[in-house]
């Protein structure tokens, strides 16, 4: 029963959000010169599994927060994965970014936002309507799950439309596991 209610549910959320942000989320991806990708809690999580496909598919991606992420400069594209796009620490990475020229993009279920008002773009997954209280699926379940799904199809829309094979994303995929 609950899991024929949280795809009911993911799927509504899918087919209110704008059919066309895979093009156009794949536009900004390829016109990047880097991607940077950045989220909190398990809306960070969502945004792992983005970029470890999306260097799968052959772009420079880092993950904000890890060691090793070098300096966002001007040219540069951050995505920032935020139900509420009012997370204080995304506001200083996005102000940051901002500083420095760098593009961004806010994944949210808000289509207004203090981090919407500094991204160029505002991707909204479904409609703030369609996240009230839901029992049994608490504290962003929604959100999180239905952005995941929408970035894994966006990732099948860039695959599809490069012709990019699993070999190839097999290639790249980390082998010192």
Do not use: C, W
């Amino acid at each position: 029963m609950h899991q024929k209610l949280i795809i009911d549910k993911i799927s509504s959320i899918l087919e209110a959000t704008d059919s066309s942000y895979d093009g156009k989320l794949t536009q900004l991806l390829d016109n990047a010169k880097r991607i940077y990708i950045a989220g909190a809690g398990r809306s960070k999580l969502v945004g792992n599994f983005f970029a470890m496909r999306l260097v799968h598919s052959g772009y420079d991606v880092s993950v904000v927060g890890e060691i090793v992420t070098p300096s966002i400069k001007n040219g540069d594209l951050l995505i920032i994965i935020s139900g509420s796009g009012e997370t204080e620490q995304l506001i200083a990475f996005t102000k940051s970014a901002k500083k420095v020229g760098a593009s961004i993009i806010l994944i949210s279920a808000k289509s207004s936002s203090t981090i919407g008002d500094m991204a160029e773009a505002v991707f909204t997954i479904g409609s703030a309507e369609q996240y009230g209280k839901l029992l049994g699926m608490p504290m962003g379940t929604m959100f999180e799950l239905s952005t995941l799904v929408f970035l894994e199809a966006t990732v099948s829309h860039i695959i599809h439309d490069k012709g990019i094979t699993e070999e190839v994303m097999r290639e790249r995929h980390a082998n010192l596991e």
